[in-house]
Each structure stands twice: as structure tokens, then as C-alpha cells.
């Protein structure tokens, strides 16, 4: 075990109507933890949101990728979180994330907390632990190796949802469930008589559950 490496691991995409869940994991030298947050790297949410924030993070991200011995990412399509529960993809990618960047060689893991999803719960589904295992709420924030794993995460989010936005022909919108989304929704079944692919049909929110009773989908 190489006590001088450390992972992070953490995910854009859990609240969206719209859009996968992407979870990222970080492979990181211990000692260049304080190097990572001079470079700006800090919880993905705190750059805020639109163009601006997205380039931010562009920047940081490239900026610390010689930082990097190693990542991994797991994208978990729309589709599949309508069939399974969220937490249950989330662990089972956690675990693949953990298997490929060879956690049981590394001396500490720092891994988000899944909203309310207790330690022992998470451990008892993910089916191994050890001691240098750390699943904190707001590990995001705490500790700079979960805030590049969220970086990069929400770059990768960002980017497929660009990509389905761009191919129902509409702008950027973030997925989340707000007005913007709920008018590219109202645009598209509008035109094409359903909802856009990528949409998370098993969601409870109002407008999906409105144009559901169509039955055009």
C-alpha cells in the first residue's frame, strides 16, 4: 500500500430531470493536495453556473491535470436510472471507479456522501472497506481530491447534456428541474409529440409527469 497516494471520488447529476449521472474518480499524490487547491480547485458547485462558471472549471481542470496519475468515470445514461435505483448505479460505479484505480494499492479514499445514504448502508452495498476509507457529507468541500473528482465530473455531465440538447435541436439547458428546462420540454413534445431522449421519465416532477399523460412517449 503506497500511503503517499490518495482518491476522490464524487458525481454531477444526481437531482436533473434531464441528462446521465456521471460519477468521477481522481488518482492523486498526497503531498500535492495543497498544490491542487492553489490551483483553484475547490467543490464544482462553488463556481457557480452558466458559461462562465463552465470555463472556470475548464481551466482549473486543465490546469491540474499534471497533477493527475490517474482517472476514471463512470456515465450512467437516463435510461438506465429509470429501470434501477440511483444509489444502487451510483455504488455499483463507485466500485468500478475504486477497482480501476487500484484502491486497495492507495492509503486513503475520500468518497461523497449519497444524500442521505448512512455509512454503513454505502459500505454494506459496496461490499469492501477498509480503514483509510472516508464517506463524509460535503467531502466536496473538505478535502481537494473530491473536489477534482467533481470537476470533472460536471464537465462530463456538461458536456453530454450539450450533446442532447444539440440533438433535439435546442439550446444548452443545465437539466435541472427549473423553468428553462421545463420549456425545452414544452418545445419539444410541442413539436415532436414526446419528451427529449435523456429525459428521466421516472422523475416526479410536475411538467414530466403532465405531458407523460399523453401517452405519446
Same mark, same amino acid.
Given at each position: 500500500? *503506497?500511503?503517499?497516494?490518495? +482518491?476522490?471520488? *464524487?458525481e454531477a447529476g444526481m437531482?436533473?430531470?434531464?441528462?446521465?449521472?456521471v460519477i468521477s474518480g481522481v488518482l492523486v499524490r498526497k503531498d500535492k493536495l495543497d498544490t491542487l487547491t492553489e490551483l483553484g480547485v475547490k467543490d464544482s458547485k462553488k463556481f457557480g453556473s452558466g458559461l462562465r462558471a463552465h470555463q472556470r472549471r475548464k481551466s482549473v481542470w486543465k490546469n491540474a491535470a499534471d497533477y493527475i496519475i490517474?482517472?476514471?468515470?463512470?456515465?450512467? *445514461?437516463?435510461s438506465s436510472l429509470d429501470k434501477e435505483n440511483m444509489y444502487t448505479l451510483h455504488i455499483k460505479a463507485t466500485a468500478?471507479?475504486?477497482e480501476a484505480l487500484n484502491w486497495h494499492q492507495v492509503g486513503e479514499v475520500y468518497i461523497e456522501q449519497l444524500g442521505m445514504l448512512s455509512r454503513d448502508k454505502f459500505i454494506r452495498k459496496l461490499g469492501f472497506w477498509h480503514r483509510g476509507f472516508i464517506y463524509e457529507s460535503k467531502a *466536496?468541500?473538505?478535502y481537494p481530491s473530491v473536489s477534482l473528482a467533481s470537476i470533472k465530473a460536471k464537465l462530463l455531465r456538461d458536456r453530454k447534456v450539450s450533446k442532447l440538447c444539440k440533438k433535439a435541436g435546442h439550446e444548452y439547458v443545465s437539466g435541472y428541474a427549473n423553468s428553462k428546462t421545463e420549456l425545452f420540454f414544452k418545445k419539444h413534445f410541442k413539436k415532436h409529440g414526446r419528451l427529449?431522449?435523456?429525459t428521466r421519465f421516472s422523475r416526479n416532477w410536475a411538467? +414530466?409527469?403532465k405531458m407523460k399523460s399523453f401517452n405519446k412517449i
Amino acid at each position: 500500500m *503506497d500511503k503517499k497516494l490518495v +482518491i476522490g471520488i *464524487d458525481e454531477a447529476g444526481m437531482g436533473p430531470v434531464f441528462g446521465p449521472l456521471v460519477i468521477s474518480g481522481v488518482l492523486v499524490r498526497k503531498d500535492k493536495l495543497d498544490t491542487l487547491t492553489e490551483l483553484g480547485v475547490k467543490d464544482s458547485k462553488k463556481f457557480g453556473s452558466g458559461l462562465r462558471a463552465h470555463q472556470r472549471r475548464k481551466s482549473v481542470w486543465k490546469n491540474a491535470a499534471d497533477y493527475i496519475i490517474n482517472k476514471k468515470q463512470v456515465v450512467v *445514461d437516463a435510461s438506465s436510472l429509470d429501470k434501477e435505483n440511483m444509489y444502487t448505479l451510483h455504488i455499483k460505479a463507485t466500485a468500478k471507479i475504486l477497482e480501476a484505480l487500484n484502491w486497495h494499492q492507495v492509503g486513503e479514499v475520500y468518497i461523497e456522501q449519497l444524500g442521505m445514504l448512512s455509512r454503513d448502508k454505502f459500505i454494506r452495498k459496496l461490499g469492501f472497506w477498509h480503514r483509510g476509507f472516508i464517506y463524509e457529507s460535503k467531502a *466536496d468541500e473538505r478535502y481537494p481530491s473530491v473536489s477534482l473528482a467533481s470537476i470533472k465530473a460536471k464537465l462530463l455531465r456538461d458536456r453530454k447534456v450539450s450533446k442532447l440538447c444539440k440533438k433535439a435541436g435546442h439550446e444548452y439547458v443545465s437539466g435541472y428541474a427549473n423553468s428553462k428546462t421545463e420549456l425545452f420540454f414544452k418545445k419539444h413534445f410541442k413539436k415532436h409529440g414526446r419528451l427529449p431522449h435523456g429525459t428521466r421519465f421516472s422523475r416526479n416532477w410536475a411538467p +414530466i409527469l403532465k405531458m407523460k399523460s399523453f401517452n405519446k412517449i
